[in-house]
């Protein structure tokens, strides 16, 4: 079974962070490095060289002896509005002190009262006499779980008072803002941390963090739309482009996801009040906040209330005029030069992240409200990060047809390696077919010749296509496959005039579900420079092989009869209705062969049963081709939020066992699940010359920032030219392999290499990517599961 | 009163709205009707009538003075300005601050007002206290005008949980009568004129115990004597600043800049989208695309522009576009945010790309082209 087990405190603990929510970010109660025994003495590697690093990371520390008193508070008669109680509490400040911290119903204090239980008497502003009732209910140790949460509240605290704006879950300073007004937008700079306990300390983990905020409202949004497609598709566009945005409002400090748009009510239309009373939303705005609202005709946003009251879900109503949009839209993320100029702002080296950092633990240190409040807690910040080793472990070499290759471990990339090598296995294009508009007649055929030049060198052996020109129409693209396609095409080429999406799925659509075969769509304008038309020739044919069911290279894998999964999630933001969960499976031992399911389900459905289904399938491939089963599984699972560890390690891992089980009797596999996180606050900086840079591709980090509770570690897989480079989080949730924590850390770094649609390195492993691919496809264009006889080749790259 | 006839009461006696809502209701009418740019709130305690008046569009200074400062930084920080108020700077300048002091001290930072509310204020202070505040709030603040508010010990006997005080923090508690000679003779001494009123109305048949929070409202009978008499008695400072907020205002050149180079820039961007899609129409011509000129008519009721004058096309030469700043001034948004054409150029001195001569943004289109 597994190590499950929530440390008590937590389960009864409400003290609540403004909005009240309860989740739990930090997957703090879920402890997994106890089932294994393997790892409990130690779970560090040792293999690579030393690196010096420092992180940002801060050690947080409080006077010996240190502790927090815990107390419950209760109200005699009952008083239920929380502003009333803390009133009640706080005419007692002599008796309690002034450093506290008070939800309504629990209290923390900094010192222990005279008495376990004390009474105060308050009386009300009606004259009514209130007895409170003060008990200590937990001296809690620096450690306890409920310490963290609550120093997390301190340090919210704290940035509040350092006047920073909270914009969901993080602080902003948003005077000194950067704007960048070709894009209307504006980029504030905050901060994200997080307090928690770490190898050997309790930690501030902290991190600069951007927020970009427009300087439009959702009402400016809708009549440049409305400008831009007309009357016709207005609702449409508007749907398309506003839901799932978050806005803030011009009256308050809250920020709402727009979930739905209302177009049968405006401004002049009435709600119901909390007091029963009907008003309309332009009276309301007018009184509450003396706020006119100038257009009548808007419709209104709707708003899911996420936090359920009771059991009634609320939604609230938005006018569109009076709400500011922030964060960029998908549209936003695919204008180049628009994510160019944010760039600029936003990525920052290594050295400039930690200067700004520094300034934020500056601003701690000097102001004399916040000092004065660590003070009363007894806590304070080393305003230094912490440095500690990590290693870097050795390159891997890189095979391709009998020859052996080196990679530059500065750049982690062998494209130049490679080139004009002979690929592992390379599918033949006998038959296929070249789709193009007229438009596009000339780069079809560039696309052609360079192709012919680039292939043979890869052992490809390709003919002339069947060259089909069509109208610039989704239809006329869809008539020619109906009429074309036939069960002996090796694969199909479309050559697509604009990114619009709708063609794309479209294509997709068809030959992933009603005639399954491979396709490859370009853009016409990547093809249209002829000074990079042979790299771009060659990315194309190494992944219409990959998707024709062949393989490049491969790393050496010590492990025998092992069959690697990756899973990844892709969650329709838009719609919000489904969430596919992508599945591959490796196939054989070079682990270059990919079997992939996918699981497509409604909202609220659990995604393990769907799982179970594709583990069982894919060891049923493993064995038609291995001629047996696997002794050994790894299982990559990327796609993990915040505080869902605790249902993968109850729900999820159990339902892999199960399946494992209902193979036979006979069959134990060792099965070794590794949750894999992209988003991680932590960063290293490797100390050379005197000043920070990146750490190169193979730093392995072990200690010092990891967590005493898991078996986890970081690897820096990747580069990056701007910027700091993002460690990935590993942390192996269940573990029978009986491997060594360095032979795991190894596998995982190999792994990282062994994505086809990228001759290099990348940032986690190849299962993950290759997952994460396939739902992707599936949850933009086709929206149900591929036929599965493509299920064994890299159709979704 | 006998005790069925005060059960009978205990049902009636519920204000809709909330009195405390009335009496802030009925200072922001007051605000409403005399506009006061500076408005300051004795014993303002957890800020509530201060967040309520922030919205009032008159208001440009706000203050704050309570003798408890744990009470005002409770909620202090729902004094602040908003991310919005960042992202669309107000036109009207706003400044919050909060002291934390006693109103029987006389503090500098308390004179010029326009109005001062006491609101529920008196009934708490000593009586050592009680004399000093007519000559602070009246002699020396000085407002034009003053709201003071207290509970009518009259009515308490509607109010079934009442025995002695409305609160158990509360001095005194007066009758119409008392509250009314003190209030006159006040105002007779420093030379002011006062109405009364109330909120919460007594129930019918009981008119006589009057309204359950009585006001005096006071009109200062004479002119603001100006700086002259303030600056004759320099004095120190006693109140401790506990918060300040400075609204982001299109007052405040920083503010204005942004906003305005923002708003060239964009209208720019919309005038030269046009063009473009214009210009790739035509570039297939190819005597025609050395230089390129599009008639402003058809974008100008889309953009709504105020006039067309000859000189203000934009047009292409080269790999670059040039927007005239003239037209980019002629529209609403820029013209109302900066008011001149001068300001307009002095503005975006140096901020914006400009042609050669400074009359035109320009815009590179060749390095554009290649991204895509």
Known sequence: TIGLQVSSGLQDLSLRDRGGRRRDFHDLGVNTRQAMVHVQESKTGFSGKIIKLTTNHFRLTSRPQWALYQYHVCYSPEMEARRLRSALLFQHEETIGKTHAFDGSILFLPKKLENKVTELFSRTRNGEDVKITVTLTNELPPTSPTCLQFYNIIFRRLLKMLNLQQIGRNYYNPSDPVSIPNHRLMVWLGFTSSILQYEENIMLCADVSHKVLRGETVLDTMHSLHSQVGEERFRDACAKELIGLIVLTKYNNRTYRIDDIDWDNNPKSTFRKSDGSEMSFVEYYKKQYNIEISDWMQPVLISQMKRKRGNIQGSVALIPELCSLTGLTDKMRNDFNMMKDLAIHTRLPPE?????????????????????????????????SVSFTGRIVQGEKIFQSGAMFDYNPQFADWTKETRGVPLIRSMPMDSWLLIYTRRNYDVANTLLQSLFKVTPSMGIHMNRPSMIEVDDRTEAYLRVLQQRVTSDINIVVCILSSSRKDKYDAIKKYLCTDFPIPSQCVLARTLSKPQTIMTVATKIALQMNCKMGGELWSVEIPLKQVMIVGIDCYHDTVSGKQSIAGFVASLNQSVTRWFSRCVVQSRGQELVDGIKTCLQAALRHWSKWNKSLPSRIFVYRDGVGDGQLNTLVNYEVPQFLDCLKSIGTDYSPRLTVIVVKKRVGARFFAEIGGGLRNPPPGTVVDTVVTRPEWYDFFVVSQTVKNGCVAPTHYNVIYDTSQLKPDHVQRLTYKLCHMYYNWSGIIRVPAPCQYAHKLAFLVGQSIHREPSIMLSDRLYYL | MDKNFKEEFR??????????????????DLVEKYKPKKVADLGCADCSLLWMLKFCSCIEVLAGLDICANVMREKMHTLSPLPVDYLQPSERSLTVTLHHGSVAHKDPCMLGFDLVTCIELIEHLEESELKKFPEVVFGFMAPSIVVISTPNSEFNCLLPRVTLYRHPDHKFEWSQAEFQSWALETARCYNYSVEFTGVGHPPTGMEKVGFCTQIGVFFRK???TGESLQSEKPME?????????????????????????????????????????????????????SKFQLSMDCFSDYLGKLVVEKNMEPFVSGNEVYIPLRTIFSFPKVNRLCGTFEKLCKLIAGKVTLSSDGSAVMFNIEHENEEN
């Open chain 2, 222 to 224: 004479y002119p603001q």
């Open chain 1, 352 to 384: 400039q992240r930690q200067r700004e950092l520094g300034r934020l633990l500056n601003y701690i240190q000097k102001d004399d409200n916040v000092q004065k409040e660590l003070r009363n807690w007894g806590l304070s910040f080393d305003n230094k």
């Open chain 2, 11 to 28: 049902q009636i006696i519920k204000f809709e709205p909330p009195l405390y809502k009335q009496r802030h209701q009925f200072v922001k």
């Open chain 2, 237 to 289: 400072a006693v109140y401790k600043t506990v918060f300040k907020a400075v609204y982001p205002s299109l007052k405040d050149e920083k503010y204005l800049q942004n906003a305005v180079i923002s708003e060239v820039i964009f209208t720019a961007q919309i005038i030269k989208h046009r063009l473009m899609s214009k210009y790739e129409e035509y570039s297939d011509n190819p005597e025609r695309k």
